[in-house]
Each structure stands twice: as structure tokens, then as C-alpha cells.
């Protein structure tokens, strides 16, 4: 062997290392960056499953209001309380929006059904009662929803938040998502059963 191919050895050596090294930077950019949309279509996912049981929520109240209306219906402003909250859940336009519109709904909701309590004959009634047991399902599977949605959150904003992904989030603007987060205290804490 001449000195001449022994250089060529070590430099086709070098060469290769380098594309080797090279080839294994370009898969991984391209793993991290399909990672990050995988989580963020995630994400967009499970904010589609809670739209889809808030406009159910939603669809439920008018008609629960008109039945209760039709046994209190000098009790005037709490419908109108809720009426107006639920225009504002109806238009929200962002997770914070609608986790405060929400809030404001449950808790308009919340004291219109405090209001059932004084009329025995809206308890017994058939279409109320289902309306109530329809309501309450939704309210289970929005709960179910708002905590898939928080953990796809917490997953993405995890994985753009840490390195090395954070760098390939950079270059392509992937920016945090925000948790839908309940700002009615009531709602957080745990119901108490009292013996």
C-alpha cells in the first residue's frame, strides 16, 4: 500500500464517519419534528372531543330552561343569568375563554337548579327529570374529555419544552397550549358526604 491510498483510506474513513453522522442528525430532526406534530394533532384532537360535549351542553340548557321556566317562571333573572353565560360559552374563542365562560355556565346552572328544589312538581316531572339525567351524563363525559385534553397538553408542552426538541420547536414555532383549567373554585373541591 502506497502513502498516497493510505490517505485516501483515512480520508474515505473520515468522509464516512461525517455522512454516517450526517444522515443519523437528519433522522432524528425529522423523528423530534414529526413527534412534535403527532403530539400537537393530539392535542387538537382532544379539544374536538370536549367542543363536541360543550355544544351538547349547550343544545341541553335552552330546553332545560323553557321546562323549568314553565313551573318558576317569576324567577326571571336566574334564567337570564343563564341564558347569558351560555352565549358567552357559545362565542368563547379561546381554551381560557371557554374554561372561564364555562365556569360561569356551570355556576348559572348550579343555582338555577337550587331553584328546582322549591317546586316538588318540576322534581317529578318526566321531561325535566330526563333532561337533568342527560345533563349529568354530559357533565361526566366533558369531565372525561377536559382530563384527556389536559394530559395531551401537558405531553406536548413537555416535549417542546425539552431538550433537544425544544430546538427543532424553535425553528418551527410549535408554541405551548394552555390547560383548560376551571376558575370556579367550587368545582375543584370534592364533594362531601355528610352521614
Known amino acids: 500500500m502506497t502513502a498516497l491510498g493510505g490517505l485516501i483510506g483515512v480520508f474515505g474513513m473520515i468522509i464516512m464517519v461525517f455522512l454516517v453522522l450526517i444522515i443519523g442528525l437528519a433522522l432524528w430532526f425529522i423523528g423530534a419534528y414529526n413527534g412534535l406534530i403527532r403530539f400537537r394533532n393530539e392535542v387538537k384532537n382532544a379539544w374536538a372531543q370536549i367542543d363536541v360535549q360543550l355544544k351538547r351542553r349547550h343544545d341541553l340548557i335552552p330546553n332545560l330552561v323553557e321546562t323549568v321556566k314553565g313551573y318558576a317562571g317569576h324567577e326571571k333573572s336566574t334564567f ?20 372561564q365562560a364555562e365556569s360561569m355556565l356551570s355556576g348559572a346552572l348550579g343555582r338555577m337548579m337550587l331553584l328546582v328544589e322549591n317546586y316538588p312538581d318540576l322534581k317529578a316531572n318526566q321531561n325535566f327529570l330526563a333532561l337533568q339525567e342527560e345533563l349529568t351524563s354530559t357533565e361526566n363525559k366533558l369531565g372525561f374529555a377536559r382530563q384527556f385534553y389536559n394530559d395531551s397538553v401537558m405531553k406536548y408542552n413537555t416535549q417542546i419544552q425539552s ?12 408554541g405551548e397550549e394552555p390547560f383548560f383549567e376551571l376558575d370556579d373554585q367550587a368545582e375543584r373541591e370534592a364533594p362531601q358526604v355528610k352521614f
Open 80 to 99: 337570564e343569568e343563564v341564558v347569558q353565560a351560555r352565549s358567552q360559552a357559545v362565542n368563547a374563542n379561546s381554551v381560557p375563554e371557554q374554561a
Open 163 to 174: 431538550i433537544p426538541t425544544n430546538i427543532v420547536a424553535g425553528m418551527f414555532n410549535f
